[in-house]
């Protein structure tokens, strides 16, 4: 059975750091990965997906890379700002079985970032 | 991009009464669309898996005559949470994806029982 594991599970820091959050898998046969971000009483956005065959997606500020044979995978937040509070989830999607791809996601890391 | 509708955002019943949540994909047809339930601090925690046209897959200690899942078209699945008690107060969020793709999520519904 797949497990995700985040972390640090809370992060608080000031403005303007660079931040690495981590995400480690304990099977790697994924169909991909993706990051998510949710804010408070809200529903997930997705931030970046990266399929198995890639190694790194970048969208803005956020660079999220894998190491599928480790087992990891690292969100990247370069210069971090007040309103990149909220809470960073990932969730793994294993290949697909019986057509089905049914993600597993990280208990997530809760980030507080402070002017 | 895709956007995935959940309604209502939050709703506040008393005990014993039922509550329907609605989860449409607004732009694509999804197959299969995604049920979780999330507590304060907790990450999502699966509860079924809906597929269109067939009955729904609930994973192990939910029960199936409590939380009613019905996929009637490929753009509508609906969450209902029979004779709700206070236990049943929690986060709710849908999801879909389009085949392997990735995952589109609701607003989410906060669901509070007196």
């Known amino acids: 059975k797949q497990e995700v594991t985040q972390i640090p599970a809370a992060l608080s820091v000031p403005e303007g750091e660079n931040l690495v959050l981590n995400c480690s898998f304990t099977?790697?046969?994924?169909?991909?990965l993706q990051w998510f971000r949710q804010d408070p009483g809200k529903g997930l956005t997705s931030l970046l997906l990266i399929q198995s065959s890639q190694r790194e997606q970048t969208s803005g500020r956020l660079n999220a890379s894998l190491d599928k044979s480790s087992g990891r995978s690292t969100l990247y937040i370069a210069a971090s700002q007040p309103g990149d509070s909220a809470t960073y989830l990932c969730?793994?999607?294993?290949?697909?079985?019986?057509?089905?791809?049914?993600?597993?996601f990280g208990r997530g890391t809760s980030l507080i970032v402070h002017p | 991009g895709a956007v995935v509708s959940q309604h209502p955002s939050w709703v506040i019943c008393k005990s014993g009464t039922s509550v329907k949540i609605e989860c449409r994909s607004l732009?694509?047809?999804?197959?299969?669309m995604f049920w979780y339930r999330q507590f304060p601090k907790q990450s999502l925690m699966l509860m079924a898996t809906s597929n269109e046209g067939s009955k729904a897959t609930y994973e192990q200690g939910v029960e199936k005559d409590k939380f009613l899942i019905n996929h009637a078209s490929l753009t509508l699945s609906t969450l209902t949470v029979t004779s709700a008690h206070p236990e049943d107060s929690s986060f709710y969020i849908c999801?879909?994806?389009?085949?392997?793709?990735?995952?589109?999520f609701g607003s989410g519904t906060q669901l509070s029982v007196l």
């Open positions: 732009d694509f047809q999804a197959t299969t």
């Open positions: 099977d790697s046969a994924i169909y991909n």
């Open positions: 969730a793994v999607t294993p290949t697909a079985s019986g057509g089905s791809y049914i993600p597993t």
């Open positions: 999801s879909a994806n389009r085949g392997s793709e990735k995952l589109f």
